[in-house]
């Protein structure tokens, strides 16, 4: 995975009725390394990293590229979206597209935040990258982030097998003027 390299970062404050999609600042330091380091949040990731390796290893400003955004709810983190480039990508439908990753505390499930702010930052990306498909890669059983990628517009690509368990590839065509 890329940044999204050459475009205008960090764009105003993104707000919704409820959030604000920023880049991330200082302060979100302790909510970036409670993300990480939580086993529910990674629950279908593959595993949280390690509390005392995060503390050591995150910068003062933690995730600060083109693409990450901080959500924001009440002047706090409660989660975070990550817009990058699939250069890596091992299916070939998905390679060097915009790639859309989301992860939210989890005392913030279940309110409709990740659906608010999603929706919000592929929006921006609309306009900053206009005419480009997003892809999302999430594990199959990861029943809330299916939901979420449905309710985003995101449909099915393709199935496959890789790091233990089956993923699901789905893509979302942009909105044009046409609709
Ligand atoms: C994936 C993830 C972001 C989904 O979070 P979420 O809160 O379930 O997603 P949404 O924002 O769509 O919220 C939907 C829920 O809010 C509820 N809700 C409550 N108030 C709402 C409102 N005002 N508007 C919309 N939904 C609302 C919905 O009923 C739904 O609840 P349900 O799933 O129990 O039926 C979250 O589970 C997460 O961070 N998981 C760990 C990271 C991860 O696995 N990421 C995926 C790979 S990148």
Not at 122 to 141: C, H, I, M, N, Y
Request: aromatic residues 8%.
């Amino acid at each position: 995975m890329e940044d999204l390299g050459d475009i205008t970062w960090p764009p105003e404050p993104i707000r919704t009725e409820r959030l604000v999609l920023r880049a991330p600042e200082a302060r979100d330091r302790t909510a970036f390394i409670d993300l990480l380091a939580s086993a529910e949040v990674h629950a279908y990731l593959g595993g949280p990293r390690a509390r005392d390796e995060l503390e050591r290893g995150t910068p003062a400003v933690p995730e600060a590229w083109p693409g990450s955004f901080v959500v924001d709810r009440d002047g706090s983190m409660i989660g975070q979206i990550l817009l990058r480039r699939a250069t890596g990508h091992r299916r070939p439908a998905a390679t060097g597209k915009a790639d859309l990753g989301y992860l939210f505390l989890p005392g913030a499930w279940g309110h409709g935040y990740a659906a608010e702010a999603c929706a919000a930052a592929l929006s921006w990306f609309d306009g900053a990258v206009p005419g480009e498909p997003v892809v999302l890669t999430t594990q199959s059983a990861n029943g809330r982030s299916m939901r979420l990628a449905a309710k985003l517009g995101f449909t099915e690509v393709e199935r496959f097998e890789a790091w233990g368990a089956e993923q699901w590839l789905g893509m979302r065509t942009p909105v044009t003027a046409a609709g």
